[in-house]
């Protein structure tokens, strides 16, 4: 397995960026589709996007699809997703995940499929 750290939450207006960042260790990164999910209080965890190990695809949240961008660099051992044009409906704890995979085109956007997971980072969104 890897190991998954994440930073870069903070409290936000509404209409503004956020930049997240997960930082893996090991040096089988690049075998890992990766994913970021959420969680707001008394919901169930929800997929944001995901990105195939190469980053040739990536797969939105309806929810989201415009306005984040999920990146990797794979010779940082770092996935990122930038956020923009922030609602308070976005307030949630972002997780970054990894789920090994032989495809290099491989992306998924269920929670059941991601073998590590990162303790989460907050983010606020203020109306």
């Known amino acids: 397995q890897v190991q998954l750290v994440e930073s870069g939450g903070a409290l936000v207006q509404a209409g503004g960026s956020l930049r997240l960042s997960c930082a893996a260790s090991g040096r089988t990164f690049s075998s890992y589709a990766m994913g970021w999910f959420r969680q707001a209080p008394g919901k169930e965890r929800e997929f944001v996007a995901t990105?195939?190990?190469?980053?040739?695809?990536?797969y939105y949240a309806d929810s989201v699809k415009g306005r984040f961008t999920i990146s990797r660099d794979n010779a940082k051992n770092t996935v990122n997703l930038q956020m923009s044009s922030l609602k308070p409906e976005d307030t949630a704890v972002y997780y970054c995940a990894a789920s090994a995979s032989r495809s290099a085109l491989r992306v998924s956007n269920v929670v059941t499929d991601y073998d590590s997971w990162g303790q989460g980072t907050q983010v606020t969104v203020s109306s």
């Open positions: 990105i195939s190990r190469i980053g040739v695809n990536t």
